[in-house]
């Protein structure tokens, strides 16, 4: 498991779900109820104080990407999910990548702090200060 995986389940998802999450994400075998889990999350999955929500207008590459970097995110990311899973990318490339998709995927920018999700529902900024 990667330190953005352990730090993203420690700082957004809701700690009734941490440890099934963690565990599934340490074993390769396993990672796929994580997976499932951000296809479809259930509402009390994340942990909606940190959630800040992005307007329909601007759920796009060119709208989203200066917002993480405004907030601190350098421009390499941690991806993980779905469709792309436990890659490092450009954040550009990720968002390009993930918007649309609607697959369940997060972009970590900073470990614990600051992340971006896309399920087939929505499209957030995940941010503790």
């Known amino acids: 498991m990667n330190t953005h995986e352990r730090a993203f389940v420690d700082a957004f998802v809701n700690p009734d779900r941490r440890e099934r999450f ?34 329909p207008s601007q759920q796009y590459t060119r709208f989203i990407a200066p917002n993480p970097r ?30 649309g998709i609607r697959s369940g995927t997060i972009i970590s920018c900073v470990p614990g702090r600051l992340a971006f999700f896309e399920s087939e529902d929505e499209r957030v900024i995940l941010r503790r200060p």
């Open 70 to 99: 405004r907030m601190g995110a350098s421009d390499d990311c941690w991806v993980f999910g779905n469709d792309i899973d436990g890659r490092q990318m450009k954040l550009e490339e990720a968002l390009d990548a993930l918007i």
């Open 22 to 55: 963690l565990a599934a994400l340490a074993n390769p075998k396993k990672r796929n109820v994580f997976n499932r889990e951000l296809h479809h999350p259930k509402p009390s999955f994340l942990l909606n104080s940190y959630i800040e929500r992005i307007p």
